[in-house]
């Protein structure tokens, strides 16, 4: 018995050893080829100016990128067309994005912080909005969205009601929003607030709404994971395995966090964005 018994010890020693040299050469392999990544202007977390790609989520990409054996393509385009694009398989990575249901069904998901979005508006003299039902009984305010934002079931089923309502009004990127409203002071609209102030804040047409912006939190669009989805249909079993490995570390999400505090002030984060293993 003594004898089967260290036999059994040795077979399982051996067993693991395997299969954390295997789990080392995954987290430590390259991918097979470039990937691509499209993204769209997203307040400071995606810049696109003048077709230069930066912001917060480029540059931890090429970091990674540099070191780690995967190439990241980057290419801009509207934020609709990038969702689309990830949905059918012909985009690698959809970064940054919201953990949704729908998105789940294309990717899997990596969270690297946490964030909210709120409603956000210029009109201070207004009563705050306290929820997604108040908002929609206030049949004189439009509200102003970007074309692909998702922010869940809650945040979709507002935008069927709004459109039967005739008073959504779509736009393709965060800027445009920020230029609509200042058009419009009446309008609102919902985002992250780091998104939307992120936008404005190196735009001389709109950045001096920065100070006029108020963000009223509802219970509807809660706290919740954020980071990027890697996609289920474009990749093979070994470069999905090399991603999520490499997108895994902890490493990751922290050197992430300390971009949203080099890029944003403290008051503004606290609105938006928390580290990812924060409640």
């Not at 070191?67 to 959809?94: H, I, N, Y």
């Not at 979005?117 to 909005?129: E, V």
Request: with cysteine; hydrophobic share 40%; charged share 25%.
């Amino acid at each position: 018995m003594d004898t089967q018994r260290r036999a059994h010890t040795r077979l399982r020693t051996l067993l693991t050893t395997t299969f954390c040299a295997l789990c080392s050469l995954a987290a430590q392999a390259d991918c097979s080829r470039p990937m691509q990544v499209p993204v769209s202007a997203t307040g400071q977390s995606v810049i696109i100016s003048e077709g230069t790609i930066s912001g917060i989520y480029p540059e931890l990409l090429r970091s990674l990128g540099g070191k780690d054996g995967c190439e990241f393509v980057l290419s801009p385009m509207p934020r609709a067309r990038q969702e689309l694009l990830f949905e059918t398989g012909k985009a690698d990575l959809l970064v940054p994005a919201v953990k949704t249901s729908r998105r789940d069904e294309h990717g899997i998901f990596v969270p690297l912080t946490r964030s909210r979005a709120t409603i956000i508006s210029l009109d201070a003299r207004r009563a705050p909005f306290k929820s997604m039902y108040d908002l929609l009984e206030r049949k004189d305010v439009r509200v102003v969205l970007v074309r692909g934002f998702d922010y869940g079931q809650p945040y979709q089923e507002l935008v069927e009601a709004l459109q039967r309502h005739n008073r959504l009004v779509l736009e393709s990127d965060p800027l445009a929003v920020a230029r609509v409203l200042k058009a419009n002071p009446g309008d609102v609209t919902i985002m992250a607030p780091v998104i939307f102030a992120g936008a404005i804040q190196d735009d001389a047409r709109v950045s001096d709404l920065a100070d006029k912006l108020r963000f009223d939190p509802v219970a509807e669009l809660p706290w919740g994971d954020n980071g990027l989805y890697i996609s289920k249909n474009s990749l093979s079993k070994e470069d999905s395995a090399t991603l999520l490995a490499l997108l895994n570390r902890p490493t990751v999400a922290n050197t992430l966090w300390k971009s949203f505090q080099t890029y944003y002030p403290a008051n503004l984060l606290k609105e938006s964005i928390r580290p990812r293993d924060s409640k």
